[in-house]
Structures are given as C-alpha cells and as structure tokens.
C-alpha cells in the first residue's frame, strides 16, 4: 500500500479530546455554583431562621440521650472499665482490713468514691465518660490494686474472703425475708382506723337504738331462714366492710336477690356493728341472720378440740407469748388459727340443723357472676364441692401435711389434689352421713403437738374431707388477688368469685393496686359513716 504525503496526511491524534476538557469544565463550574448556594443558605440560616424554642431542644437531646445501661456493658467504654475496678478495689478493701492494712483500706476507698462521683455525674449528664476524666482514676485504681497484690492478697485468699462474706449477705437477706414477712404480717392483722371508726360508730347506734334490738328479734324467727327452697350462704368474720362487700357482690350480680339468704357468724365485739349495719342497710330485699358465736353454748371445750386447745398453757404461750423462739415463723404463731370463728366452718350442720345445702363463701371474697347454679350442681354423693389448686404442683397433699408421720402417710396419697376454701357447695344431708365434723375432731386431736401440720384450717379440711370432694369448674372460684400480681386479666373477667388470699387484703394500704377497684366497687360509698369515717 502506498504511502500518503506528508502534506495530506491525518493530524496527529492529541492525548486528551475535546469532549474530556468540556466534561471538565463543567464540572468546574457546577462546583462553583454549589458552593455559591451553599454559602447563601447558610447565610439564610444564621439571618432568618429563627431560635429553636427550649422544648424543641431538649426534644432533640432527649433523643439523643446516652442509654447508661448499655454503655455499662459496652467492653470498650471507660464506664465499663471503671465499674470492674472499682468491683475489685471493693474485694480488696474488705481484705486489707481483714488483714489490718487501714492505710490501703482507706486509699483504696478513697479511689472508690471517686470513681462512684465520677459514673454518677456521667449518668446525670447523660454522656459517655471521656478519656481525660477516666484516666486518672483508672491509673491511681491499678496501682493500688497491683499494691494489694503486692501485699500477698492473692487470688485464692480473695475467693475465700468473698465466699464468706457472701455467705454472710445470705444470712442477711435471709433476717430481711423474714422480717419483712413479720412487718407483712403485722400489717394484714391490723384493722385501719377507718374499719374501726365505722365499728365505733354503729355499736353506739346498736346500744342506743332500741328500735334496731326490736327488729333484730323480729327477723330472727323469719321462716325464710329455714326455707330449703331458698339459697342459703353463710359466712363467718369480724370484718364488718368485708362480709358487706361479700353480700353487696352478691346480690348486685343475682337474678333474684330476694331468693338469696346470708347466715353471718361473728363474735361478741362485733355483733352489735354487724347487726346495726345490716338491719339499717337494704341489700335488695335479701334476708340476712347476724349470729354471735358466743351464743352457741354447745361449742364448748368438752366437744371442740380447738375450743379446749385455747385453754391449754401450752397453746397459750405458743401463740400469745411473744418470748418464745424467733426462729418460728410468725404466721405459724398467729392466734387466728385457733380461733372458733376460723374453724366455725367444720360447725355448719349443727349451727343450720334445718338446712339441706349451703354454699360457704370467706370474707375476702368478691362475687362477680351469678351464684345460684352452683345450688343444683350435682356433687355425685360427695360433701363439698370445691375448686382444685394442683394446677399448680406445690398445691398437692405433700406440700401440706407430714407425710413423714406414719398416721398420715398410711392413709393419704402424697401426691393427692389440694383444693381451697373461699367457695365452696356443702352437702349437709351428706355431711351428716359421713360424720365430717367427728372426723376433723379426730385429726384436730391427733395434732395437739402440730406435729401433722402447722397452721390453718385448710390441712385439717383436706384430712376431713379426703374422698368426699367433687371438683368444681376452675372458673368458679379464682385465688391469688392477695398476693399474686401477675393474674391473667382473660381469668380474673370469667371467674364467679375472685379471691383475695394472701396478706395484701383489699381493705388495707398494701392492697394489690391492680385488683384494689373490683373490690372497692361494692363498698357503699356513700352511707354516711362510711363517708365520715374514710375522710376525718
């Protein structure tokens, strides 16, 4: 191929093109223009936007918040780093004063606080701690520490001393436990001023108001009392506002009230409130019986063995002197349980010889469905009829009695269902056959020394009433208001009756917040002496 001349030969390509020096040109200029509005906006911005008002700030920081937790467990951060010497200069200060090194005790302390002022003020503020504040510390922390091992405090002396110290903070914890239990147990015994104003008030109106004596006598041979074609209930309590709440619920929730009758057993401090209270109160027209215990000649040291053990010395010191050994649990001391009131429920055939069947409800219950259907539910031959609590496993036989005692363990199945008093369906044609009553008089007998069990009336209950126990549907009758704060709300709405047992009674300060107001709602507000009592 021949070659062109020089004169009509193609230029020489240069190295960049036309098109590349165009593009940078362009960019150029676009950089400039960005920068030109740029330094106008931020112009605009300092001129003529406005100061952020304070709550759109603290919004902003309150956002931008450190969480101090996280940054506690952050390994990388100096709140972490200061935490773990500090856990260990702590180990050593209770070493070298164990080994009479005060002088570094108190070094070691002093580097202590500083470091605790420094974590704190960091929480306040909110920001994570800097390199300049932690170092300091952390330098003058490590030397004091490589100081005491120095001293010889090594590592298995330090696992020793903390073993008993920590087993000195269990036995501590332990006395807390226990006295908490004690305050705990003090408090659900008291009665508040309110209650005993209210007491105070209408046992004045009993003494003063003949006309209440005359009705009271009047009611007391209603033939309703006796009627078995009405539904019968009974509780016994010395709580006035309690037994109130029990009726009110009741018959608030009834088809028809006026087929409901209350039989009340108090005694003699409180019949004249009780009795003053719901004769002048109306309770849509259902009948109510007040009786006082003390009126029943026939409960009686010869025939009750709880009625004898109170007579007892032994009994006497164990439950009211107060110089015995602390080491027993307070609860297990308190005279309740051998009160007649609180066993008056083994009594029922004799106290209602007349009647065929009656549902027993505590006085620290609260009736929330109708309660008459539990009247013609069939108990197939058995005596009572109550809610099963082994749903939940330390609710069994076992977790009650001493199965190490061979009268109980040749006789009863350890691993038997519990079940509760609070609601329970009495068939007293049954009860009278089985003879219940004699049989409890038995065990009560047998556990004179509390060898068999150690408080309550429930443990003898599951003794008397062993085989002759039909279970009822769980809804009927729901525990653990007084005590338990995390019941399914889904439970507390289906059930009948709710129960507060525990310490955290409804009538008290410690009341469980959650459940206070399905209680509160049938306390009658609005009767006078209420109203003076809850507010002088």
């Known amino acids: 191929m021949r070659r062109r001349p020089a004169d009509y030969r193609r230029p020489v390509r240069r190295r960049y093109s036309c098109w590349i020096w165009s593009l940078l040109g362009l960019i150029s200029i676009a950089g400039f223009l960005l920068f030109v509005v740029h330094h106008n906006q931020t112009h605009e911005d300092r001129v003529e936007h406005p100061i952020l008002d304070k709550n759109e700030v603290n919004d902003r920081v309150a956002h931008e918040r450190l969480n101090y937790t996280e940054e506690l467990l952050n390994v990388n951060s ?11 200069a702590k180990a050593y200060v209770i070493i070298a004063k164990e080994h009479n090194n005060l002088h570094l005790a108190w070094e070691l302390s002093s580097k ?15 920001e994570p701690i800097t390199l300049d504040e932690a170092e300091p510390i952390i330098k003058g922390l490590s030397s004091l520490i490589f100081k005491a091992q120095e001293a010889h405090y090594d590592i298995a002396t330090t696992i020793i001393t903390m073993k008993s110290h920590i087993q000195a903070l269990e036995e ?17 015994e008291a009665l508040p001023k309110n209650l005993h104003c209210l007491h105070v008030k209408l046992t004045a109106d009993w003494i003063e108001n003949k006309s209440l004596k005359e009705l009271a006598n009047e009611k007391r041979n209603s033939p309703r009392l006796l009627d078995n074609n009405l539904y019968h209930f009974c509780v016994f309590s010395d709580n006035l506002v309690a037994v109130s709440v029990v009726i009110n619920s009741t018959v608030s929730n009834a088809d028809h009230p006026k087929q409901l ?8 401090v409180n019949y ?13 027209g259902s009948t109510i019986e007040v009786q006082n215990i003390e009126d029943f000649t026939w409960l009686n040291a010869s025939y009750s063995p709880v009625a ?20 027993i649990e307070p609860k297990f001391r308190n005279p309740k349980h051998i009160s007649l009131l609180n066993h008056l429920r083994f009594y029922i055939p004799e106290i209602y010889p007349q009647l065929e069947k009656v549902v027993f409800l505590d006085d620290d219950v609260v009736v929330q469905k109708e309660l008459t259907s539990l009247f013609s539910l069939d108990l197939h031959g058995n005596v009572n009829g109550a809610v099963e609590t082994c749903l939940e496993a330390f609710h069994r036989y076992y977790k009650y009695l001493n199965f190490s005692n061979p009268i109980i363990s040749s006789k ?12 329970n369906v009495f068939d007293l044609i049954a009860w009278r056959k089985a003879n219940v009553t004699d049989r409890y008089h038995y065990w009560q007998q047998q556990n004179v020394d509390r060898s068999l069990w150690k408080l309550g009336t429930l443990p003898p209950g599951l003794l008397a009433f062993y085989g002759l126990t039909e279970p009822l549907d769980r809804r009927w009758h729901v525990l653990g208001l007084g005590y338990d704060l995390n019941i399914d709300n889904r439970l507390i709405e289906t059930a009948a009756v709710i129960h507060f047992n525990g310490n955290m009674k409804p009538w008290l300060k410690l009341a469980i917040g959650r459940y206070r107001p399905l209680w509160e709602r049938y306390v009658n507000r609005s009767h006078p002496y209420l109203q003076y009592c809850f507010t002088s």
């Not at 972490?80 to 010497?85: N, P, T």
């Not at 501590?172 to 659900?188: C, E, H, I, K, P």
Request: hydrophobic residues 45%.
């Open 78 to 88: 100096y709140a972490r780093q200061l935490a773990e010497q500090m856990t260990l």
């Open 112 to 126: 202590i606080r500083s470091c605790q002022l420094l974590l704190s003020k960091a929480a306040m503020r909110e």
């Open 172 to 188: 501590r914890a332990s006395a807390a436990t226990v006295q908490s239990t004690v305050f705990g147990q003090l408090a659900s």
């Open 261 to 268: 009758v209350f039989h009340i057993v108090t005694n003699g």
């Open 272 to 284: 004249g409130a009780m009795q003053a209270w719901f004769l002048s109160n109306d309770f849509k």
């Open 308 to 327: 004898k053990q109170l007579l007892e010395k032994v009994s006497q010191a164990y439950y009211f002197e107060e110089s015995l050994d602390m080491k």
């Open 412 to 423: 009863f199945d350890p691993q038997a269902c519990g079940w509760a008093f609070g609601v």
